[in-house]
């Protein structure tokens, strides 16, 4: 997949949940460590998560496809990634639908994405710019959206596999059409 646009949307509340905490702890290790041993802190998204697809354009220049050798910015001391669902958008009938859908791994760094957030307040630009995609794609006409499970493995030479991650699609705000018309 060489995509000519890439829009990239939250529709979990635990991936928003969790993206929040994640910023906070890089940025503000100090309010993040009292907020989490007084009960959690202001880590939950706001209303607006819950009513509409929250999203904003990515860059798909920077998007990398499997096996490719990733090569970080050099002031970037460390990123975190979250592994996510795509969906391939098609046109057919005269209609968007989704043709199909793949995992990708979206890799972050939170020092620039907090920056972006906090004091440039133009959306994510330069931290979210780098994406490597599986190799596997998988026609929506064989998937129930509802049932995909992905999990994230650290697998390295003569070491035992590492889970990092797992998620399930079946707590969805939002269903793909509702993220088609938004």
Known sequence: ??????????????????????????????????ATLIGGGPFSPPDEHYQEVTYYQGNHLGWFEHGADIVLPEHWAGVDFEIEIGMLVIRKDNQYTVGGYFLFNDITHRQTQGIE????????????????????????????????????TLVRPGQPDRKLCAGQTHDALFAPEQVLDS
């Open 1 to 34: 997949l060489a995509p000519k646009k890439l829009i990239a949307g939250s529709i979990f509340e635990g991936h928003a949940r969790d993206s929040r905490e994640s910023w906070a702890r890089e940025l503000m290790p100090v309010r993040w460590a009292l």
């Open 117 to 152: 957030i906090d004091r440039v307040k133009h959306g994510f630009s330069a931290s979210k710019h780098l994406n490597a995609a599986g190799w596997k794609f998988v026609l929506a006409e064989y998937v129930d959206f509802s049932k995909i499970t992905a999990t994230a």
